[in-house]
């Protein structure tokens, strides 16, 4: 079969062969006819021995190792990207959830001391509310602990926190109910241990799962896969280049086949793993960008909610909580930026807000209060619920089109990753056919 | 052989490193802890270079009608403005605390801030509060933000370089509270003890000066001491027995020691230094509540269930020119 590939050349000088196999097979079209002895110092030798059919048996030998090798590599490399695409998906699911545990509780605190406002008996609404917060918090602590071993100490150190602030904020509304000032300091104080000692917890899981995340988004490189496939391919080539030289057939039938098959494997991971990137590249920049930029406004909302709370339990010494609620507008403005509805919905919490602030500076605390613990329409109250209510809403969506999107291109990946190894195990027999038909020839 | 071993080991190496670097993961770190506050005390109290600490502007008498203040005086300012502006506390249970129930500001200080907004404008709740820290009293009385301070604030000579005030109207001491069937028995058995003070305060110089062998723990204000009381991490808190007694009625296992003041702390309202004229007045307006009887209702009221009959309204001494 492999004089086919030999064109009008069907009939060739076969090599020198070595001493004991100058006699080549009789009545067979595929071996060579006659065995000439040209002068020694001319003959094409194949590397590896001086010997051709030696030669020829460790060179399908090496050959079968490249392709396996090759095979290895590549399914190595893909592997890798799916590990990348499936943890990429793992790390955004958690940097989410940390974004969620930040934003509930930011939340809750806003809550808590805008319950404060209204006396000791608060609003059973209020009260469900931040209980509802605070049990999401510890179930989302759960669930990340579970997720990723590499922040279980700062979770379990967040949890202490959280466990803390909960029990100081009880102990602020116990106080609080009996009418002791008493209550109003350990809110305070829990507010500000959530500032001081949670923030920075939060603050290192995002960072590292921001990380982390951006790791495994990245590196998807499809020069990497192609590569050891063009290496392989050149060595099939040169090879088959060498065969020619001595066979003088140009091309080796299994060398091809098993080139074919290399090539499009190399092809297909090539755009497997360069679509995989660019989808990766997309996603950074699209729903994983804004799923963390809502989460975050989600956060800096309630942050600037409990500032204005606090301002009006300060009583007349609000200037230092003002400027942590123009702080925190700020970082909700630059999240959402361009975003017009959120937009709005913040600028109509800004006039409600303004309006508390005036009363207050106007000395009428009363009407601060009144505006702030307000919960009609065109309330501060109502205006942040809007806010609230959607940001939540596009960051639960653009988290679960982030997940989908890494799903499937990890689908993607295992496909490319099987059909390497498939066309590696025929390659490796095209080869080794190849070579045992020019092997034939010298016995 | 060997060169065909080496190929293979590269390789298998290759995909080795492939795989493991897409496993591991540098743990998320802690944050490094923040460094703790020291407690930060008032400069011990400064030897007293007068004797007169207590005297005031002879009383502005008789006392304008409401709402008919003489032209050209600061009450006539803040008449004009239609409310006083008082600084005052909002956590110090008996003197001046946020009552959660009603949302207002009550106690005894807020008592005779309401009598001078009542002398002013004839309606006590012409008042606008400012609810500020000890330390902030003489900056914001300086930068006229704020009208009169009826916040614990006690009279000394060095405060008069800053500021003026009216009389005596409560006569104060230092104190310690302690957890009931604590050993502590006094300013001599603090040794070792964690106590409390608010920062910056001259509590907490005076707990520095007179017993150097307790380790003071700052807070941000007596409330925050008596957090850090009911949490275990203070032995005792000290303070002004005012402000002890409304801590105390906040916590049935605290008790204040049963002992002389180791400090004499009056109290007087604070006002600019160059509102000399708000002073007298302020002092009319006390002398009217001496004779109708107000001041020991609201002393009744407030301050006698934790801390007895007291000695009543001290005398005033006047002639500060």
Redesign the interface.
């Known amino acids: 079969m492999s004089s086919a590939a030999t064109g009008g050349r069907a009939v060739a000088t076969a090599p020198p062969p070595a001493a004991g196999a100058a006699v080549a097979p009789a009545g067979s079209a595929l071996v060579p006819t006659t065995v000439p002895a040209p002068p020694a110092a001319a003959a094409p030798r194949l590397p590896l021995s001086a010997d051709v059919p030696t030669a020829l048996a460790r060179w399908q030998?090496?050959l079968a190792?490249a392709v396996v090798?090759w095979a290895?590599?590549t399914a190595?490399?893909l592997?890798?990207s799916f590990?990348?695409t499936r943890?990429g998906a793992e790390h955004t699911g958690q940097l989410i959830r940390v974004h969620e545990i930040e934003s509930n509780l930011f939340l809750a605190d806003a809550i808590a001391t805008n319950a404060?406002?209204v006396?000791?008996?608060e609003p059973p609404e209020q009260q469900a509310a931040y209980d509802a917060a605070l049990e999401r918090v510890t179930s989302l602590i759960v669930e990340a602990a579970e997720a990723?071993p590499?922040?279980?100490?700062?979770l379990e150190?967040l949890n202490h926190d959280v466990l803390r602030y909960a029990e100081q904020m009880q102990?602020a509304r116990a106080?609080?109910?009996q009418?002791?000032?008493?209550?109003?300091?350990?809110l305070r104080?829990a507010s500000a241990q959530l500032r001081?000692?949670t923030l920075?917890?939060l603050?290192?899981?995002i960072t590292?799962?921001e990380q982390?995340a951006d790791g495994s988004l990245t590196g998807h490189t499809w020069v990497l896969v192609v590569l050891p496939g063009l290496v392989l391919l050149l060595l099939l080539g040169w090879f088959n280049q060498q065969l020619a030289a001595i066979f003088h057939r140009r091309l080796n039938l299994g060398l091809v086949g098993a080139a074919v098959l290399v090539a499009a494997a190399t092809i297909g991971a090539g755009v497997v793993i360069g679509s995989l990137g660019s989808d990766a590249r997309g996603l950074r920049e699209g729903a994983f960008a804004t799923a963390t930029s809502l989460s975050s406004a989600r956060t800096a909302a309630g942050d600037a909610r409990s500032h204005e709370s606090l301002r009006l339990?300060?009583?007349?010494?609000g200037a230092q909580f003002e400027e942590g609620w123009i702080e925190a507008s700020n970082r909700v403005l630059t999240e959402i930026e361009g975003d017009r509805d959120l937009e709005n919905l913040w600028e109509q919490y800004t006039a409600a807000h303004e309006e508390i602030v005036a009363a207050d500076e106007a000395?009428d605390?009363?009407e601060a209060?009144a505006l702030a613990t307000a919960t009609g329409e065109g309330s501060a109250s109502a205006a942040l619920r809007a806010f609230d209510e959607r940001t939540s809403a596009a960051t639960a969506d653009a988290s679960r089109t982030v997940a989908d999107a890494l799903g499937r291109g990890s689908w993607q990946v295992a496909i490319a990753a099987v059909a390497t190894i498939l066309a590696a195990a025929i390659a490796t027999v095209a080869v080794s056919w190849g070579i045992t038909q020019r092997r034939r020839e010298f016995s | 052989m060997s060169g065909r071993r080496i190929r293979l080991t590269a390789v298998l190496g290759s995909a080795a490193l492939l795989l493991t670097t897409a496993c591991g993961y540098e743990a998320t770190p802690l944050p490094e802890p923040a460094e703790t506050p020291t407690p930060t005390a008032a400069s011990p109290a400064a030897p007293q270079e007068c004797s007169n600490a207590t005297q005031s502007y002879d009383p502005l008498s008789p006392l304008p009608e409401p709402g008919q203040m003489p032209e050209g005086s600061t009450m006539a300012a803040i008449q004009e403005r239609g409310r006083l502006i008082v600084g005052t506390s909002a956590d110090t249970f008996l003197l001046a605390s946020r009552n959660p129930q009603s949302g207002e500001v009550e106690g005894f200080d807020i008592d005779m801030a309401k009598a001078v907004a009542r002398a002013i404008f004839g309606d006590e709740d012409r008042i606008q509060l400012r609810i500020i820290t000890a330390a902030e009293r003489i900056p914001l009385l300086e930068a006229g933000e704020v009208d009169i301070v009826v916040r614990a604030f006690s009279m000394t000579c060095a405060r008069w370089d800053q500021v003026a005030f009216s009389q005596e109207y409560y006569h104060s001491g230092q104190k310690i509270l302690v957890r009931q069937g604590s050993d502590i028995t006094g300013l001599s058995s603090l040794a070792g003890h964690k106590v409390c003070a608010p920062n910056g305060t001259s509590s907490l110089a005076n707990l520095v000066a007179l017993a150097p062998d307790a380790e003071p723990v700052g807070a941000a204000n007596h409330t925050g001491c008596l957090v850090l009381f009911q949490r275990g991490e203070v032995d005792a808190i000290t303070g002004d027995d005012t402000v002890l007694a409304g801590l105390a009625a906040q916590d049935p296992y605290a008790v204040v020691l049963d002992e002389e003041p180791f400090t004499e702390e009056p109290y007087g309202i604070g006002v600019a230094k160059e509102n000399t004229d708000l002073a007298a007045f302020i002092n009319g307006v006390l002398e009217q509540l001496r004779e109708s009887g107000e001041w020991n209702a609201s002393y009744q009221r407030w301050l006698a269930p934790y801390l007895g009959d007291g000695t009543g309204q001290p005398a005033p001494v006047y002639g500060r020119s």
């Open positions: 030998a090496v190792i090798a290895v590599l190595a490399i592997g890798n590990d990348k943890t404060f406002l006396g000791g008996l990723q590499a922040d279980r100490a700062v150190a102990q106080n609080n109910r009418g002791l000032p008493v209550g109003a300091q350990y104080e001081s000692d920075p917890l603050d290192n899981l590292y799962n982390r339990i300060a009583r007349g010494s000395g605390w009363d209060v």
